[in-house]
């Protein structure tokens, strides 16, 4: 299989459905010491990959499945695993992640169902765990690891100084704007993060679902948090008299659009990402909660 150059040593390893969902693009670098940086492009790409790269040691950038799925294939092979050490004692849990990811059972259960089947996660427990004042340095290259918590509290970006390469993975950029559907996710932190990202300068940025970015970096990470500013004033813009949760849903302003069978779980995500808007515009005085419903203030 061929991979995507980034620069001369680190390259992207392309997923299954382009790197969308229950996908993701993975990043290889190649040093004294090879670095693979996730592994949720899918079954067979990862067992092709496997195959024909050395592999000395790998790390995941956050918990989802989606970039962590076909981890399993390294147990009982000595090869280290790190994880954030925020993860605690769920990761490479189906069970123990829906239960952190999932409120509702209905929901639940498909979540369980899409990770493991569709994206072919199984467990795998890890060897290691880093934070924020690890690096990795492999000789040629040095990765600082960039707490960047908001999409879930254990969401990490990687930086190589030398080459300014960012590696955002689900900080995807992507048209879609910010996703932060899980209970544990939290608009405010996304938004630091974001800060915190661009302050690095970065000159290439790789995206575990969009790619490779080269131009325009700065703007394209105000863009991707501008949208959070743009649902905020969608929701006002419903709320001149007062309307009920039940309404709002109804509007599907996050995601309008969904496999009619994964309905529950979509619901659910709906349902979380509304609620965190308003509960940061009652927060700010914006919004309040009345007999009949919410209402602009």
């Known amino acids: 299989m061929e991979l995507f150059p980034v620069t001369d040593s680190i390259f992207l390893v392309p997923a299954d459905n382009q790197g969308g969902f229950p996908f993701s693009h993975a990043v290889y670098v ?140 689900d900080l995807d950029l992507s048209a879609l704007g910010p996703s932060y559907y899980s209970p544990e996710s939290d608009i405010a932190s996304y938004q630091a993060s974001l800060e915190l990202v661009k302050s690095y300068a970065p000159s290439v940025y790789v995206s575990a679902h969009r790619g490779v970015l080269r131009k325009n970096i700065p703007q394209a990470l105000d863009r991707f948090g501008a949208v959070i500013a743009r649902r905020d004033q969608a929701i006002l813009d419903l709320l001149a008299a007062p309307v009920p949760t039940s309404e709002l849903l109804e509007k599907r302003l996050f995601f309008p659009s969904f496999p009619d069978n994964l309905r529950p779980l979509y619901n659910e995500w709906e349902s979380t990402m509304l609620d965190k808007h308003l509960t940061l515009l009652m927060e700010r005085g914006l919004v309040g909660k009345m007999l009949r419903g919410w209402q602009r203030i």
């Open 30 to 169: 190649k040093g004294k010491r090879c670095l693979l940086l996730d592994c949720g492009c899918g079954p067979q790409v990862m067992q092709a990959f496997f195959k024909q790269y050395k592999v000395d040691v790998i790390i995941a950038s956050h918990s989802h499945p989606g970039h962590c799925s076909s981890l399993w294939m390294m147990n009982g092979k000595d090869v280290p695993i790190f994880v954030p050490r925020e993860s605690g004692d769920d990761f490479g849990d189906p069970n123990a992640l829906a239960t952190r990811f999932v409120r509702e059972p209905a929901a639940r259960a498909l979540w369980i169902g899409l990770a493991t089947t569709a994206g072919g996660f199984r467990p795998c427990p890890p060897t290691h765990f880093y934070d924020g004042k690890s690096s990795f340095d492999i000789g040629s290259h040095k990765l600082l690891a960039i707490h960047t918590p908001g999409h879930t509290r254990d969401h990490y970006c990687f930086f190589e100084e030398l080459s300014g390469v960012m590696l955002g993975f």
